[in-house]
């Protein structure tokens, strides 16, 4: 079987809608970080930042050769609608679903989880990393 890569994705916005960003972290089947990936998202939502967080994940797994992927967030909206238990309604967040579900189509194996929002430190640490700098780089006109 070939190796697997465990994605720990988050996304938030600070005023949802607001400055948001997404953040994604990699890691191999025994742990070791591959991948961080941080994106500033400008104004945009929470569910936004979460689904822009999941294809970044994906793109880089796919970029780095993986072809077994596990998927981990907090965001129970993203993961149900993934999984197809709930219809993705909102405009906004159907072109990230497509363009998630098209990732997972170039893989052989996808599973997401839901998982508690302490479960995924690290994504989440990318996501306030990112807004924490855009915010220090925003005071400094």
Not at 81 to 101: C, D, R, S
Request: charge should be neutral.
């Amino acid at each position: 079987m070939e190796k697997l890569v465990k994605i720990y994705a988050d996304g938030g916005s600070r005023g949802n809608p607001g400055p948001a960003a997404s953040g994604a972290v990699l890691y191999d089947e025994n742990n070791n970080a591959l991948a961080q990936i941080g994106t500033y998202l400008n104004d945009n939502t929470n569910n936004y930042a979460e689904y822009y967080g999941l294809i970044t994940g994906l793109e880089k797994s796919i970029e780095l050769g993986f072809k077994n992927v596990e998927v981990f967030m907090d965001s129970l909206l993203v993961v149900k609608q993934m999984t197809g238990e709930y219809k993705v309604k909102h405009p906004n967040l159907k072109p990230l679903f497509l363009k998630a579900i098209s990732l997972t189509r170039q893989l052989d194996s996808f599973k997401i989880f839901h998982v508690r929002r302490e479960f995924n430190k690290e994504a989440d640490a990318v996501v306030n990393k990112v807004l924490d700098e855009e915010s220090l780089n925003n005071l400094k006109v």
